[in-house]
């Protein structure tokens, strides 16, 4: 078995093996590139090895694919085709039949684990999910964590389950039929666990400051090791583990001047590897709305990325449904209604135009020549449920009728929808911000954590600030768990059965004419009434309609849209027009042998 070790800042490392007690050290053999290597032929599966640097500091492998006792212990040899597979005849599915399910692991069950999660994927599959989306699985800091704060990133956290654990969940999810996606991080590590500063400086540019520290070094000196670790990363889990894609997280907070950039190569790695056999599909967060990263080619396949995650859609449907309108929900705040159409519509909602939120600066590109399918929009995420101080979900903060009318609009869009776990029964609990640190750090994100909130008026006052949940708290994780039993109790089983009847209407009415959706549709207000169209099918031959009411009071004498009606609530016919209740939503579909 080869060993190798990239410490250009060490002249000497010993791989030590075995128990810390009596512990079998073997000195490696450095490059002049700063690798240090060695062969060993009785090295097996199952033993623990860490590197020991000059100073004695020992380190686990940066690379380890397991590291059973957590980030500062040693690393553990594992033998990847000991797995036997049963999806040999799965090939992924297209995109545009993604109905995504975004979950945490450890709080998506009571257990927490890849086994229990496996355990719920009939029930998702039933109801129309169609892709789970993993928050990241890299190995982080004590037992608790939205996985932002990984160290290790080829190793799955030891709390959720061994590397086949996980294996066999995503074997099982391709029996079902569901694709499986992973959320990495490639714009920095956590705070706590991180050693590659100690043995590797070369690791991270210091000309490129992040809110981390200095940025990941994917441009300078000696980065083309670095840009390859990632990029045999993103390899490694579609190719070892068989997830169906990625979703890159905060792409827009990483410092890298090269051309391709690394999120390009990342991609183009992808593509001309497990792509060429299997739909693999890459998903950016990306707040600069950078159109460019969704580019097709002349056949509708990426160029590099797949979708992003639309977080305008959400802003303008969050102002809508809430009221709220503090923070960057101030750039929606002016026209709510215009702004949900246009993201409805067209993808993006800011396409160069000036964010008040951002002081004026002019944010995003043109997105009206994508398809529809490159937006994966939603009304929550982990992000937006996590950020607030109570980790309130947004049906304990809108209007339900809006909600509701909110819902529809998004599920029966030609956009893919994403849910956030618990959302299709309108679950009771919070998600929080949670971690798990070492002690002095733990109380310093405690405090930052509490401090945050100080600008808000509700947080001014210091007894306030301290009622806010301390995130290294097991309370705060166990608090944040879904409670399945839910499911079956009012208002929670309505709201269940409305979720399972959008994506119904959704697979059969619009996922057949899918495929071939090219560019944006077209919005307009009709008094307080939102009109949408859009273009199914390629060459017009279908076109889909919404007309929906956000206001407060009842609008008379509408004209229908023109087609078959595929979904309807708070409407009613007034002779050839239509009575329109607040929340009101009318979905057409209009084939091209109609008329009207």
Known sequence: MRFAFWAPDAERVWLERGTDAAPASHEMARTAEGWHLLELADARAGER?????????????????????????PSQVVDPRTYRWRDGGWHGRPWHEAVVYELHVGTFTPEGSFAAARERLPELAELGITAIELMPLADFPGQRNWGYDGVLPFAPDASYGTPDDLKALIDAAHALGLMVLLDVVYNHFGPEGNYLHAYCTQFFNPLHATPWGPAINYDAARSRTVRDFFVHNALYWIEEFHFDGLRMDAVHAIRDDTQPDIVREICAALHAGPGRHRAVHVVLEN??????????????????????????????????????????????????????????????????????????????????????????????????????AFGERIHALADPVLLRAAQACLLLSPHVPMFFMGEEFAASTPFLYFCDFEPALAAAVSQGRRGEFSRFAAFADQAARERIPDPNAESTFRASQLRWEERCESPHRERLATTRELLALRRRWLVPRLAAQRGAGRFWREGEALRVEWPLGGEAAARLHLLAHFGRDPLSGMKPPPGRTVYEVGVTADGAMLHLAPGAVRFTLQETNDVG
């Open 49 to 73: 090895y860490r590197y020991r640097l000059p100073d004695g500091l020992r380190v686990p492998d940066p690379a380890s694919r397991c590291n059973p006792d957590d980030v500062h212990g």
């Open 287 to 388: 707040e600069l709305n950078q159109a460019g990263c969704l580019a097709r080619g002349p056949d509708g396949a990426p160029l590099v990325a797949t979708a992003q995650w639309n977080d305008d859609l959400h802003h303008a449907a969050h102002v809508l449904a809430t009221g709220e309108t503090d923070g960057y929900y101030a750039d929606y705040a002016d026209a709510p209604v215009d702004r949900f159409g246009r993201a409805l519509a067209e993808g993006f909602v800011y396409q160069g135009e000036p964010s008040r939120f951002r002081a004026g600066e002019a944010r995003g590109e043109p997105s009206t020549h994508l398809p529809l399918a490159a937006f994966v929009s939603f009304l929550q995420t982990h992000d937006q449920v996590g950020n607030r």
